[in-house]
Structure formats: structure tokens, C-alpha cells
């Protein structure tokens, strides 16, 4: 037997920190698949007699991309010491998740823009990007249901109890 009698639902749960931080980093491999999409097309297609990257509004949606690339990672990267260090990371994790899942479906929809019509169309990749994204929105926990989460800890409404066992130290 896993765990202790009386403990299935809970073990069950925990379950949950694991697969919504496998979320949380492949939205951030998304963000970053978008980045360099849109950053080759931008280099190559010109209207006006100059690339479109040189156009300050297709420059604000490659920093959105940029900014929700770190951030994404710097917070799966924060849920993944945590679990190194066996410590409950059911907080970190949701909010990894969220913000990555979020942040993955904005740059979708930018890069989408980025390649205007060929966005639209399944000549190019990012239409798919678009697609994938947001179904990471919806599992492992909805954006709603993340946002409520979070909300309940920062008010008090939610605390974890710490990990009943402690994980082994990556040294021993
Ligand atoms: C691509 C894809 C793959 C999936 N893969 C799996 C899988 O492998 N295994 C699996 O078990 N499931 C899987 N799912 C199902 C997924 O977990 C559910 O779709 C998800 O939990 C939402 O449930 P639902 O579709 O019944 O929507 P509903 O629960 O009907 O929710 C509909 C909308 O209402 C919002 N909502 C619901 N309740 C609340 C609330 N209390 N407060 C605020 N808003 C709320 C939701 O956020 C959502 O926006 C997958 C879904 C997709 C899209």
C-alpha cells in the first residue's frame, strides 16, 4: 500500500503538482517556439520598404513574448526547487502554471499577428501554436480555477499542510 489508509484522495491530488508543472514548462517551450518564429518572420517579410520588425507595434508584441518567456520559466524553475528540496510546492506550481499557460496563449495569438494572413493558414506552424495553447489554458486545472487558487492563498482562505514525507536530499 502507497501512503497511509485514508490518504488515496490526497496522494491523488498531490498527483496534480507534478503534471501541471510538465505544463507549465511546455507552455514556456511554446512561448519560445513563437519567439523564434516571430522573430525569423519578422526579419524576412518587409512592408513599407522595410521589415516588419523595424515597426514599433511588431516590436511590443516580440517583448510580450520575450517578458512572458523569463518570467514563465523563472517560475517553473522556482516550483522545481521547491520539489528538489521536497517542500510542498502546490502555490508555486498553480501559479507557474497559470501565468505560463496565459502568457503562452498571448504570444500564440501574437505570433499568429506577427504572420498575418499565413498566420491564419496551416502553411506555417504558428496556427498550431495558437490551438495548443489554449487547450493548456483549459487542463490541469483552468486558468478560473488557478486564479481562485491564488486568490484564496494570498487571502488566507487556503493553506497547505507541509509534505508528511521528506524527500530524499539530491546529495544522498
Ligand atoms: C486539449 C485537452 C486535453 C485534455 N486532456 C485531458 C486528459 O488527458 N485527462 C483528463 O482527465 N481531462 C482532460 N481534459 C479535460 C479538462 O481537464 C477539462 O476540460 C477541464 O477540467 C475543464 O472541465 P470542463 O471542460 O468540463 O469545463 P467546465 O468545468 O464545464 O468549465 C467551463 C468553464 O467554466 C469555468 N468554471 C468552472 N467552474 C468554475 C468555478 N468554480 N469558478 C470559476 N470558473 C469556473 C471553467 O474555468 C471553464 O472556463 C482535456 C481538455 C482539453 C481541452
Same mark, same amino acid.
Given at each position: 500500500?502507497?501512503?497511509?489508509?485514508?490518504?488515496?484522495?490526497?496522494?491523488?491530488?498531490?498527483?496534480? !503538482?507534478?503534471?501541471?508543472?510538465? *505544463?507549465?514548462?511546455?507552455?514556456?517551450?511554446?512561448?519560445?517556439?513563437?519567439? !523564434?518564429?516571430?522573430?525569423?518572420?519578422?526579419?524576412?517579410?518587409?512592408?513599407?520598404?522595410? *521589415?516588419?520588425?523595424?515597426?514599433?507595434? *511588431?516590436?511590443?508584441?516580440?517583448?510580450?513574448?520575450?517578458?512572458?518567456?523569463?518570467?514563465?520559466?523563472?517560475?517553473?524553475?522556482?516550483?522545481?526547487?521547491?520539489?528538489?528540496?521536497?517542500?510542498?510546492?502546490?502555490?508555486?506550481?498553480?501559479?507557474?502554471?497559470?501565468?505560463?499557460? !496565459?502568457?503562452?496563449?498571448?504570444?500564440? /495569438?501574437?505570433?499568429?499577428?506577427?504572420?498575418?494572413?499565413?498566420?491564419? /493558414?496551416?502553411?506555417?506552424?504558428?496556427?498550431?501554436?495558437?490551438?495548443?495553447?489554449?487547450?493548456?489554458?483549459?487542463?490541469?486545472?483552468?486558468?478560473?480555477?488557478?486564479?481562485?487558487?491564488?486568490?484564496?492563498?494570498?487571502?488566507?482562505?487556503?493553506?497547505?499542510?507541509?509534505?508528511?514525507?521528506?524527500?530524499?536530499?539530491?546529495?544522498?
Amino acid at each position: 500500500m502507497l501512503g497511509q489508509e485514508g490518504e488515496g484522495f490526497k496522494i491523488a491530488m498531490f498527483a496534480l !503538482d507534478q503534471g501541471r508543472y510538465t *505544463v507549465a514548462a511546455g507552455a514556456t517551450g511554446l512561448i519560445r517556439a513563437c519567439l !523564434d518564429y516571430s522573430v525569423k518572420y519578422a526579419n524576412e517579410r518587409k512592408t513599407f520598404g522595410e *521589415v516588419i520588425g523595424k515597426h514599433q507595434l *511588431v516590436k511590443e508584441m516580440i517583448t510580450e513574448m520575450v517578458v512572458g518567456y523569463e518570467c514563465s520559466r523563472l517560475l517553473w524553475l522556482k516550483a522545481g526547487w521547491c520539489k528538489n528540496k521536497g517542500l510542498r510546492s502546490t502555490r508555486e506550481t498553480s501559479l507557474a502554471k497559470m501565468y505560463a499557460c !496565459d502568457a503562452s496563449e498571448r504570444a500564440a /495569438s501574437h505570433a499568429v499577428q506577427i504572420y498575418g494572413a499565413y498566420g491564419y /493558414s496551416n502553411e506555417y506552424p504558428v496556427e498550431r501554436f495558437y490551438r495548443n495553447a489554449k487547450g493548456a489554458v483549459i487542463y490541469e486545472g483552468s486558468r478560473e480555477i488557478h486564479k481562485i487558487m491564488q486568490a484564496d492563498y494570498a487571502l488566507g482562505y487556503r493553506v497547505d499542510k507541509p509534505t508528511r514525507c521528506t524527500l530524499p536530499t539530491p546529495e544522498e
